[in-house]
DNA sequence: CGCTTGCTTGGAGTGCACTCCAAGGTTCTA
DNA sequence: TAGAACCTTGGAGTGCACTCCAAGCAAGCG
């Protein structure tokens, strides 16, 4: 068998949600300043991806140009996901070097993907301990503006 | 009436949970690697964090070294707090200059602490939509590996 | 006293993640 | 068939948040 989330090629991307604004497999092919549309990245950005190669070598058109498959859109979501955890780009890099291996590290993606999910859960109850110390501040301040303005009406 | 939080100073820092480690009102005095040691910031930021206005002058020994007090060490907590968060370290000095200014800038402090806490309410949420993402290709790690073990069983 | 360790300064350097540039080829629309 | 808009590359530049450096003063100890 096969570790491979998806059957023809070496990417890594499990069936998420379906996406918005996709051309049916088969006629996908994307050009870059589509592919900023859907992502929001900038074409830089999308170029600079595949040089230090976190994302795997983007089929051409006959003269040279890009053209993205909806895996590529998938890889994306995925690290477009990745970088809102804060991980750094060399680890994606490595998780992409992983993938590209193929079957046999995929224990290691797997101890990636769940100390990731760990740094993540922390990350959250930080986020969390942050809003506690907020919602203090703020209502501080609501209690002091409201002395101020029954201060006012006296 | 006033806005401040505490009584003598410009400073901003509303009584959190009691502090590990501090010395009493009256007694605190602390050298730059205490702080270091208390903080987890290195004596280099701590620097630089006052040269770039997110600090207040801290207080100097008669030799002109550094001395910081409980207050320091509470807005140091709060700067803590404000960079979990991404925001900018430039926002974090208007917040500084804010406090340093008077009461009459309390409603523009108000309204950046409420902005701030949606934006830790949208990260948390972003960084749950992250989770959900992870959990789905651990657990189809997972499956992946089961599968495998029991052809190797087999 | 000498020694070690700690603190001071302004300014320069680092690492990350882009971001932009110049010069030229490609594709689309009129 | 002309023009506009888009794409290519390697390499250089940017902004942020530190991080370090050199040269020198300060503090504690035997």
């Known amino acids: 068998m096969t570790v491979m989330e998806t059957t023809a090629t070496g990417t890594d991307t ?3 949600p379906p996406q918005q604004n996709r051309r ?3 006629q996908d092919r994307y050009t870059i300043s589509e592919v900023v549309a859907l992502t929001g990245l900038t ?6 991806y595949e040089r230090i190669g976190l994302m795997p070598h983007i089929d051409r058109s006959h003269t ?3 053209r993205y498959t909806n895996r590529d859109l998938d890889w994306l979501d995925l690290v477009g996901k990745l970088r809102l955890t804060g991980m750094p780009v060399a680890d994606m ?5 992983l993938v590209r291996e193929g079957d046999h590290t ?4 797997f ?9 993540v859960l922390a990350r959250i109850d930080e986020l969390r301990g942050t809003l506690a110390v907020l919602d203090r501040k703020i209502s ?13 009406s006296r």
């Open 64 to 66: 040279g140009q890009r």
């Open 111 to 119: 101890e990636l993907l769940k100390t990731t999910r760990e740094d």
């Open 43 to 48: 074409a830089h950005t999308l170029r600079w």
């Open 140 to 152: 501080f301040y609501a209690d002091a503006g409201r002395a101020l303005a029954s201060e006012r």
């Open 106 to 109: 995929y224990v290691e993606r």
């Open 93 to 97: 890099v490595r998780y992409a070097e």
């Open 14 to 16: 499990c069936a998420g």
């Open 24 to 26: 049916p497999d088969g």
